[in-house]
């Protein structure tokens, strides 16, 4: 199970607890624990929006689990996040920092939406 999967609800936040798939030819939608991968066709949701989830008029919702669990972070979690949180707290290079922009002093040329920009060591 990853944190990272969030419900795919628009708008909705909160980490995915069940996997929903739809079998199309049965006319049924069908709502379970979690999936271990992201599947494409397949959508995530949070516990909020797998209780409530209804099907269209005639088709069938089989539910394989009732409770949703929160998810518990894995050793793989903690891990990425150790490493992200090391790589954040190392000084950065000289040549990791992008060297400054040259002052913009005037419109050279137009085309269309274009525009060509006269930098200060041109001028």
């Known amino acids: ?6 419900c795919t609800k628009t708008g909705c936040r909160q ?5 929903l798939t739809y079998a199309y030819s049965d006319r049924a939608a069908v709502l ?3 999936a271990t ?3 494409p066709h397949t959508y995530d949701l949070c516990a909020d929006h797998a209780t409530r ?3 269209p008029r005639g088709w069938d919702v089989l539910r394989l689990a009732t409770e ?27 040549a990791d920092v992008p060297p400054p922009l040259p002052e913009v002093t005037g419109e050279v040329a137009r085309r269309g939406h274009l525009r060509v920009l006269r930098g200060s060591a041109e001028a």
Do not use: C, H, W
């Open 1 to 6: 199970m990853n944190l990272s999967r969030k």
């Open 15 to 19: 980490p995915a607890v069940a996997t």
């Open 32 to 34: 379970g624990p979690l």
């Open 37 to 39: 991968y992201a599947e």
């Open 53 to 55: 989830l209804t099907a």
């Open 68 to 94: 949703y669990p929160d998810p518990e972070p894995t050793t793989d979690d903690l891990l990425a996040l150790a490493d992200a949180v090391r790589e954040a707290g190392r000084p950065r290079a000289a």
